[in-house]
């Protein structure tokens, strides 16, 4: 028939270096309940690959959280317990040629870059085809153009925006294995959402340009392609991202000062955002 019976699998998949505000109970949210009307599966997967800046009572934190709000899950494994498959995948990217040793500084980066992507400076590319000693500390980045001429020309489906192409080239040649930690964002996503078994991936919006890099991966890895959700963000007064940094109460202090979080839930479910907030793109 050509419709694919799979059941519906969405996550959550907070990092456990700061605690988790309205932004995330939204996030959580609406992974939850289209995984519900869909008679499927809601995931919590801790997203702890930085060990350094990973803080682990907030974990407890989280599921703490997520009950309070009402929301059933299934834990699945951390990625600090995965760091071997992420390690892995990037040897076979290696293999193939489509890595390279970086050991560029951030401030380096900053200054040498001449276009500014979706997700900040584009790599202008300052290590590639030089010879690099990678016995030191080195980053791995992902060589876009060979990648892109290996997986040839890539689509993928926002179930809100519709159909993409992807546009990889947009962040220019990514880390995929960082220098301070086993791997970057990107790779283990990725990986984590087809070991999961994840098909629907729902995130905010500020993380739909990291779709593209995403997709690529797939397509090098060979792994199974979800479909995206990418929701609109809870704004601030000012129009910015809620953020702990900017003073967003924490859902933890709500809940420790006797909110009822399921009353909390509907009303961000009904749109009743509290006085200041607004849904939107940052
Ligand atoms: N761990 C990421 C974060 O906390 C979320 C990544 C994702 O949903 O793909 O922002």
Known sequence: M???????????APSPNGPLHLGHAYSAIVAHDIAREAGGKFLLRVEDIDGARSRTELVEEFRADLAWLGLECEEVSAQSTRIVT??????????????????CTRA????????????????????KGRSVN??????????????????????????????QRAEPELLGD?????????ASYHLAATIDDAADGV???????????ATHIHRLLQELL?????????????????????????????????????????ILADRLRRGDFPTGISLGND
């Open 134 to 163: 990678s016995d030191g500390p080195v980053a791995w980045r992902l060589d876009i153009e060979k990648a892109l001429s290996k997986a040839g020309s890539l689509e993928w489906i926002d179930e809100l925006a519709g159909a």
């Open 199 to 209: 098909t629907l991936v729902t995130r905010g919006q500020d993380l739909f340009a």
């Open 108 to 127: 380096q980066i900053a200054e040498a870059a001449r276009q500014t992507g979706p997700a900040g400076p584009v790599y202008p590319g300052t290590c």
């Open 86 to 103: 992420y390690l892995d995948a990037a040897e076979t990217l290696r293999r193939d040629g489509l890595l390279y040793p970086c050991e």
């Open 222 to 262: 060979g792994l199974p392609i979800p479909r995206w959700h990418h929701h609109g963000l809870l704004l601030d007064g000012n129009g910015k991202k809620l953020a702990k940094r900017r003073g967003s109460p924490s859902l933890a202090d709500r809940r420790r000062a006797g909110e009822d979080g399921l």
């Open 174 to 182: 990514v880390v995929l294995l960082r220098k301070e930690a086993p």
């Open 2 to 12: 050509g419709f694919s019976n799979a059941m519906t699998v969405t996550r959550f």
